[in-house]
């Protein structure tokens, strides 16, 4: 059966685009469906500061008059202008188990990267490397957590049908919150009592001042990463916004002398309030979205950034803060009543921070591959 790909405009006629996706994963009991106005908002370029430095095109495949695919094209000129690598990326990659259909999706995807310039073709990530990472091919049973992509089991291997190839692997790690270790304690307790030190929480109601301290150490302790893109002023302050109602006290800035060199931050897990919505934020589905949220409470969250300044990382005084951070963050879940989390994603070859989870007792569960294929080849 022959296929038909369609373009849509950011912005514009999104409908089909957002609606291919739950028709993919209609039986997939795993699939939590995200909020359609989410979606719709981060294809939107006045709404995505995304869109200030990238350039996104959006396709949906078609068989027989059914939207029976999706995928997006970008160019993201700031990763271009850090990395200079010539390599434009591919995201929303979720499609019926068909070869034809995928592979004529990442064709397309690929055609367009081509004629503006590009070599190489990486992903998916949907948009950016700072939003959803990866493909899953390992850890399918388990529902996706907030802003972590889901597929289904067969759509790595479309991936490689059509020619790409692993570049790196992310890990999801699960981790059951549990009273802390004793080294832990003990980093933990060395930290607190310097004088200089305090650990203090997120301010909600100034989150605006406060994105800039966030946005600060995330760009000095996450610059060597594989990848990394500096995350903008403009995004770090829609991210807040996106934030604003579900940050709790899991989200907390380490201080030595007033000044933030240490970051947490840890949301509960939105998809786990909003799986029974059906991407769909009705009058009704706000009220049990309060409720859950506020009164009942999630059991679950997502770590989603920790880190801590370059400049500290070989002081012998602040050896421990690393640990006592991941401490902080398992008493304060423990007190207010959280039994799991998904820690990361962190790269496979990480070795430092992976080996830190695992000495607090996470477990890979889940597995994010990114793919590349060099264009033309």
């Known amino acids: ?3 038909e790909i369609r373009q849509h405009r950011p912005g514009k006629d999104l409908k089909d685009f957002i609606q291919v996706a739950f028709d ?53 000129h700031e990763h271009l202008r850090i990395h200079k690598d010539n390599a434009g990326f591919f995201g929303f990659f979720d499609t019926i188990d068909d070869q034809e259909v995928a592979s004529a999706l990442l064709q397309t995807a690929e055609h367009w990267l081509a004629n503006r310039g590009m070599s190489v073709m990486r992903g998916p990530f949907s948009l950016s490397i700072n939003e959803e990472t990866g493909l899953l091919v390992e850890g399918f049973d388990k529902p996706p957590v907030l802003m972590s992509p889901h597929h289904r089991e067969y759509q790595g291997k479309l991936a490689e049908g059509a020619g790409l190839q692993k570049v790196k692997d992310c890990y999801g790690w699960w981790y059951d919150v549990v009273a802390p270790t004793a080294r832990g304690q003990r980093a933990w307790e060395s930290i607190v009592a ?92 706000i009220g049990k979205l309060l409720w859950r949220l506020k009164l009942k409470g999630p059991k679950s969250a997502r770590l989603i950034l920790l880190g801590i300044r370059t400049e500290l990382r070989g002081k012998r005084r602040y050896a421990p803060l690393a640990q006592a951070i991941i401490n902080e963050l398992i008493r304060r879940g423990l007190r207010m ?8 994603w962190t790269l496979e070859d990480n070795r430092l921070i992976n080996a830190a989870i695992r000495s607090v007792g996470g477990k890979i569960y889940k597995r994010y591959r990114i793919y590349e294929k060099p264009i033309g080849a």
Not at 337 to 344: I, K, P, R, T
Request: overall charge negative; some cysteine.
């Open 1 to 3: 059966m022959s296929v």
């Open 24 to 76: 993919v994963y209609a039986d997939d009991p795993a699939w939590v469906a995200p909020l359609n106005m989410e979606i719709k908002d981060r294809l939107t370029p006045e709404k995505n500061p995304f869109f200030e430095h990238a350039e996104v095109a959006l396709f949906t495949a078609w068989q027989d008059g059914k939207a029976v695919g999706r995928i997006s094209a970008q160019i993201d």
């Open 194 to 285: 310097l004088p200089e030190f305090r650990f203090r929480t997120v301010d909600r109601k100034n989150l605006e001042n406060e994105v800039h301290d966030l946005l600060d150490v995330f760009n000095d302790a996450w610059q060597h990463n594989w990848g990394f893109v500096p995350a903008t002023d403009a995004e770090a302050k829609k991210m807040a916004a996106d934030l604003a109602l579900i940050l709790n006290d899991l989200s907390f800035f380490a201080e030595i002398d007033g000044q933030p060199v240490g970051i947490c931050v840890c949301p509960p897990n939105l998809n786990e309030v909003i799986h029974d919505f059906d991407g769909k934020l009705s009058p009704g589905n």
């Open 337 to 344: 009543g959280y039994e799991w989390a998904e820690l990361g």
